[in-house]
Structure formats: C-alpha cells, structure tokens
C-alpha cells in the first residue's frame, strides 16, 4: 500500500493527539533509479542520485556513532544555515499543520543528503503562518506558562538563556523529563523536533544547533497537553533498546494501517531513543512507560502484522525515494527505520520504510 500523505487527506481535522501535520508531498517519481543505493547514500539533487554511485561511504548502521557523528560534523554549514532559515519561519502553518522543515532537514543530514538541505530549508521557509521572535523574560514561572502557546516568544526566549547559562546538556536533561507526560503532543512533534535538534547539537555544538534546540523545547513546552497516564514497569534492562522494540511494535501496527497517526507512533518512539541517552536512567524509564501508555492509546483498534512483508535490506534505494517524494514523513521515517533495523535486525522497521516510500505495491 503506497503512503499518499495527510496532504492528500484534507478531511482528516484536529484530533486528540494535537494539530494536524501536512505532507507537502508531490508525487514521487521512481523510475530510473538504480536499486544499489544503500540507506545511507542519497540524494534526489546529489552526486548520489545523478549517478547511481555513493558518493562516500554507506553511514554505519545503528545507534549513532563515530562515523555518523562525522558525517554530521560534513554536513554542518548546510545544516547550520537550513536552522537559520528556520529560526524566521513559523512552527505551524495556517490550516494548523506542524511546520517540518527543521526536522526533515536534520534527518537529511543523517541520511547524507546533504546536497537537498538548503532545498528543503527554503521549501518549509516559504510554506506560511506566523514567525516568532525570542522574547525573554522576567521573572518566568514556567509552571503557569506551560501549555499556553501564546507564550511560545517567551519560552524560545526562557531555553535560549537557559541553554546560555548552563549549556545544552543541563537543560536537556532537566526539561526532557518534565516535559515527557506530554510525548503526544501535536502528534509527537514535540518529542520529535527535540530529538532532531539533540542529535544534531551533539554532533557539532554550533549557535544554529543551540538555537533551533531551544526552538524545538519551547514549541514542546508551549503545546504541552499532559497525555496518557503511565505506570512504572519492572526493570526493563537496556531501556533504549526496549525503546526499540516498542517502535518495531509500532512499525508492525503501521504496516497493517499505514496512515499518519500509525507512522507517527513510530518516529515518536525513536525520538525517545535519541533522547534516552542524554537524561538521567530513571528518568529514561520514566520515558519507556510513557511510550508504552501512548502507543497503547494510539494501536488499540490495530492489530500487529506478524510477517512483514520480504523487503530489501539495507542496501537499497529508500533514502533516494524518500528525497524525491517531498514529503518530510518519508524522510524521517527511512531514517528512523534505518536505525531501528540496525540494532535490531527487525524486518518490520525494513518493511514500513519500504510502505512509506511507495516501494512496495
């Protein structure tokens, strides 16, 4: 079944799981390209992609590492301006969609799509709604501002002086925690532009990367809307595998209903696993239950696959479709599959990053 996006699906409204997200998708076109493109060498506009060839190396596969962290560390003035332009655009657009530039842009610097950021960054720049400007405050009391959007100029401003004072780590491993209860809001996009922007800032720690960091918490904390209630769990060992395996369930959920909110429960999840590494066990727990109460709420009514379909492994043209299609869910979802496979070997994660891109029938 071949992903259309919520651009194609203007009848679905506002739901419990926060504002609507657009696919700004055109029609993929995935005729002409060579099926030896691994999941790390892209792109639609890049040597990659003209010539069927990586242009470097494949990234290593799994959690992020050394090799990625340099390929990250390539990417960076690319990167770095896509933020900057992002920085004068809206978080959300004005039919309420969640403006992803940000976002698709970090994932396409991971994917080694470097050649198609600033396309991208000036694409979601142009897409509309309201900028904001930083304000900081005095005197914040950020418990009454939370959840009130209207303060969002404040919060931006209260997490660019908070990352100032203390650095970025402090503030990510304070805020994560206390912001987690709300995992769900505007469909993860809160959980999942921090991600983007932790990952990138620990990669190569540049003013854009602060930036957007703190862009990304204060959309976050300026939606919150406390979600489903979570239980504590016995242990549960390598949490940021348990992680994991719950978006592999997700992943499996997705393919039996691969819609928009399916696909979200898995790049939330995996959004969770970037950010489990940077707050402290407990709260990384804490994080795991919370995944747990959401993906329950969200799959209730979908049953799992138990045999995803044969998909190709790593080792074919995803990212490269994902690119062309325009459409920022394809990105994110290749990239969080990509890693997902990797330390999993799951085929579920092969398989709904197959569904996404249109490249299974």
Known sequence: ???????????????????????????????????????????????????????????????????????????????DEAFERMAAASFELPNGFVNHGAMACEALAVLDCTDDIDSWARRFARAGGASVDPVVPAGFEWRQALGDYRRLPEWIGYFTQAIDDDGWQAVVATWVPRLMPALRTALFHGVIRTAHAVRAVDAVDTSPRRGELARALGYWAARYRAGQPASPLPHA???????????????????????????????????????????????????????????????????????????SPPGSELAVAAVRSLDPHQVKLVEACRRGHAVTGDPAFAAAAETVTGLHA
Request: one cysteine or more; glycine letters at 10%.
């Open 237 to 311: 060992g390598d949490l940021r595998m348990a992680v994991v395996r719950a978006a592999a369930d997700g992943a499996r959920r997705y393919l039996a209903r691969p819609d928009i909110f399916h696909l979200h429960g898995v790049t939330g999840a995996m959004a969770v696993e970037i950010l489990a590494a940077h707050i402290p066990a407990t709260d990384g727990a804490a994080a795991l239950t919370h995944v747990l109460a959401e993906h329950a709420a969200l799959y209730a009514a979908t049953e799992p696959v138990t045999q995803p379909h044969p998909a």
């Open 1 to 79: 079944m071949r992903y259309q996006g919520l651009g194609d699906t203007a009848d679905v409204q506002d739901s419990a799981w926060g504002p609507r997200v657009p696919a700004l998708q055109q029609p993929a076109e995935h005729e002409g390209v060579q099926r030896t493109i691994a999941w790390g060498t892209c792109g639609a506009g890049s040597t990659a992609a003209r010539s069927g060839t990586s242009a470097r190396e494949p990234l290593r596969q799994g959690f992020m590492g050394p090799q990625q962290e340099d390929d990250m560390g390539d990417t960076t003035p690319a990167l």
